[in-house]
């Protein structure tokens, strides 16, 4: 069994796509046992107390950074006997990025998401940087998280169309859906050891 330890610091729709999918039986093999945030206001944290009732923990991000902020989610982790080699961290709208320390300790357990076709468009509103780029197709990506920002061996995609009349909302929307569908079929391949890594590229 692996456990599932989600990380958010907002909304959190793809955590609850996420939790949603190991109610229903989808995720078989996997429990989520944690979700985390780095700010105490994450509308995510409320969905997963109160419509799953999975535990929540706070680490809030004041000024601590890397190893520094990262070690207390080790630690938490540790305190709750999750260990390296059964766990999978789940990055959903985590806005923290992680040290290599951190990554090194969880390698290869760590999943993120991200709202473009990587390699394509990393970082920050990556729906806008799309749009004014002016591509024609945009979508998300699944990929394994290393100390990079939004890099790391890709596991997963999904395009979607770039109409002309698209606002950076509707876009967003559209990838979105996706996200919610695309995330939790990652967990599972990954979950079914499904998941063979390639150097860059994963086959699967
Ligand atoms: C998603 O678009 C995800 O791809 C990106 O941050 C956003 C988080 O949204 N990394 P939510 O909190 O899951 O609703």
């Known amino acids: 069994m692996i456990t599932l330890v989600v990380l958010i610091s907002g909304r959190g729709s793809n955590m609850e796509a996420i939790l949603a999918a190991?109610?229903?039986?989808?995720?078989?093999?996997?429990?989520?046992?944690?979700?985390?945030?780095?700010?105490?206001?994450?509308?995510?944290?409320?969905?997963?107390?109160?419509?799953?009732?999975?535990p929540t923990r706070i680490l809030p991000n004041n000024e601590s950074r890397g190893w520094d902020y990262d070690s207390q989610i080790a630690n938490l982790l540790d305190r709750h006997t999750i260990s390296s080699s059964s766990v999978?961290?789940?990055?959903?709208?985590?806005?923290?990025?992680?040290s290599r320390q951190f990554v090194e300790k969880y390698k290869m357990r760590i999943l993120n998401i991200h709202p473009s076709l990587l390699p394509s468009f990393p970082g920050l509103h990556a729906q806008?940087?799309?749009?004014?780029?002016?591509?024609?197709?945009?979508?998300?990506?699944?990929?394994?998280?290393?100390?990079?920002?939004?890099?790391?061996?890709?596991?997963?995609?999904?395009?979607?169309?770039?109409?002309?009349?698209?606002?950076?909302?509707?876009?967003?929307?559209?990838?979105?859906?996706?996200?919610?569908?695309?995330?939790?079929?990652a967990i599972k391949r990954f979950t079914e050891g499904k998941i063979r890594i390639h150097e860059h590229g994963v086959l699967s």
């Open 22 to 54: 190991a109610q229903t039986g989808y995720l078989r093999g996997a429990k989520p046992e944690l979700v985390i945030s780095d700010n105490a206001d994450a509308a995510g944290l409320k969905i997963a107390k109160q419509k799953f009732g999975v």
């Open 88 to 98: 999978l961290i789940c990055l959903a709208g985590f806005m923290k990025i992680l």
């Open 128 to 185: 806008k940087q799309a749009l004014d780029y002016g591509v024609k197709v945009s979508g998300c990506t699944v990929h394994l998280v290393d100390e990079a920002i939004d890099s790391g061996p890709i596991l997963f995609q999904k395009a979607v169309r770039v109409l002309n009349s698209d606002t950076v909302e509707s876009l967003s929307a559209r990838i979105l859906k996706w996200e919610h569908i695309l995330y939790p079929y």
